[in-house]
């Protein structure tokens, strides 16, 4: 992140949600499903600065789970449905609405660390301030 003065700020919401790189919104920010590349082709932007952890999976799990479960259990307090309608709607409706959002959600994360910066704290003081 050292040349970044050549670069005009991105959004982290358009870059990111569409796996771009963060930094020139060309090259790729994924290799697979949810594997970050080590950097970028187009400008060679570093990613090892990314970490995401589990934030996407926390936020599919508030905001995407709940309701896919809510959903299920709906469907199974007033229907009383067999097994199988559950293999029909509720097991596809909870896979769409948790396995599609991961990659968006880490993108924009990813982004969202690169624009703003993000790292891992440090308390004040410390020998490694220097």
Not at 91 to 114: D, E, M, N
Request: charged residues 15%; proline residues 10%.
């Amino acid at each position: 992140m050292a040349d970044d003065g050549n670069w005009a700020p991105l959004s982290p919401y358009a870059t990111g949600v569409q796996g771009r790189c963060p930094r020139c919104g060309q090259g790729h920010l994924f290799k697979g499903f949810l594997t970050i590349r080590p950097r970028c082709e187009a400008c060679g932007l570093d990613y090892a600065f990314a970490d995401p952890a589990d934030g996407p999976a926390f936020f599919v799990i508030c905001f995407a789970c709940v309701p896919s479960v809510a959903l299920a259990v709906w469907i199974e307090t007033v229907f009383s449905p067999p097994f199988w309608v559950h293999l029909l709607i509720s097991l596809p409706f909870l896979l769409l609405t948790c396995i599609l959002p991961l990659r968006p959600l880490k993108g924009w994360l990813v982004a969202s660390q690169y624009i703003y910066r993000a790292r891992e704290g440090r308390l004040q003081g410390s020998p490694n301030d220097v």
